[in-house]
């Protein structure tokens, strides 16, 4: 079971990235996926969630109605839409796979004017 980030990078204040996580050794939709982030000297925090095999997600207060989880099956990756993106949004996201206790490698996400 493995999980591997992309996508990340640096954006503007009010500017916009997508990341991927694509899963192998198990079925992507089958299973609930999450989305965490860690910014400097904080604690990782949950950021979105996505129930298996629905198109059900719930989102942190802090990133609602400005993040968008989505899926595409055929690839068996995940995907975190990132909008009006702001300076706190900073920090290294990471894709998750409870069922399996699988974490992605992390990705850095800076937002800087």
């Known amino acids: 079971v493995q999980l591997v980030e992309s996508g990340g990078g640096l954006a503007q204040p009010g500017g916009s990235l997508r990341l991927s996580c694509t899963a192998s050794g198990f079925t992507l939709s089958s299973y609930v996926m999450k989305w965490y982030r860690q910014a400097p000297g904080k604690e990782r925090e949950w950021v979105a969630t996505f129930e298996s095999g629905a198109t059900f997600a719930s989102y942190a207060d802090s990133v609602k109605g400005r993040f968008t989880i989505s899926r595409d099956n055929a690839k068996n990756t995940m995907y975190l839409q990132m909008n009006s993106l702001q300076l706190d949004d900073t920090a290294v996201y990471y894709c998750?796979?409870?069922?399996?206790?699988?974490w992605g490698q992390g990705i850095q996400v800076t937002v800087s004017s």
């Open positions: 998750n796979a409870p069922t399996w206790n699988s």
